[in-house]
């Protein structure tokens, strides 16, 4: 074996080690960290924000940005329509 593919298989073995442990340490109960959430969160709104606005000088893409817009908005709204019906029939009925 040359020395080049000893060194391709080392660092594929350390890389396939360092997957395995991330995704050990990724399953289970996680903690909720407030303050990341909310960065993240403000950071991919920035993101999708500068998205949003270079796909606005497309006609197609503002269309298309539009309908996706509105598809989350009805998908969400959906959603939350039904927590809100599961959790007040509960208290209504008194299960």
Known sequence: ????????VIIGA???YRIVLRV????GWQTLNLRRMRIFTVIFSIIGL????????????????????LVGVILLGRIMYRFYEIYTVDKVSGM
Do not use: C, N, P, T
Not at 1 to 8: E, K
Not at 50 to 69: K, P, R
């Open 1 to 8: 074996m040359q020395l080049q593919s000893f060194i391709y």
């Open 14 to 16: 350390f890389i396939v």
């Open 24 to 27: 050990r340490r990724s399953i």
């Open 50 to 69: 500068i998205f949003l606005f270079e796909g606005a000088f497309h006609m197609i893409s503002l269309i298309s940005d539009a309908m996706g817009i």
